[in-house]
């Protein structure tokens, strides 16, 4: 599978039902998170990863994608879902959702091809009566979209990402054998 470029459409109008807005689903654990699609650049198969002393435990390493080294993320460790899953033998991430933008540059490990989904915003119910935010005060779970009988959490990965913590992966000697 080559690497996909997605084309940001993220909110789109149409006559009947308002606003739309494309998503990328993914799991996490045994729950399905969602990121606009403006904020992914494409999905990868997950390259070598190099780790990097004294970053925060979710920080994997960083990879060169495209000739750009990103700091690599497992959400399911940052989000705390890691010890919530039973099987621990299996296997890693195959894939990277790219997060590049002028704010940050970041590769997602997910086990699974994403998914596209399409929803009216009528179907993204408001989190802030939910979820509290993080020890920062931010708050990262923008809202919860119902799709038939399963909920997707749709999550925004700048809020999610501390620019600190990014950039301390990227600071440390990157050492590379080429």
Known sequence: MEATELE???AEKTADSGERQQLIV???GEEEYGITIDQIKEVVFTPNITPMPQVPPHIKGVAN?????????DLREKFGLQRQESNTDEPSS????????SQLNVGILVKEVPNTLTVSTRDIEES????Q????GRQYIKGIV???EKLVILIDIFAVMQEKEINQALTSEIVTNE
């Open 8 to 10: 940001p459409k993220a």
């Open 26 to 28: 993914f799991k996490l």
């Open 65 to 73: 994608i495209r000739g750009n080294i990103l700091a690599i993320v």
């Open 94 to 101: 195959n894939y990277t959702l790219v997060v590049a933008s």
């Open 128 to 131: 802030a009566g939910i979820v």
């Open 133 to 136: 935010g993080d020890q920062e």
């Open 146 to 148: 119902k799709v038939d």
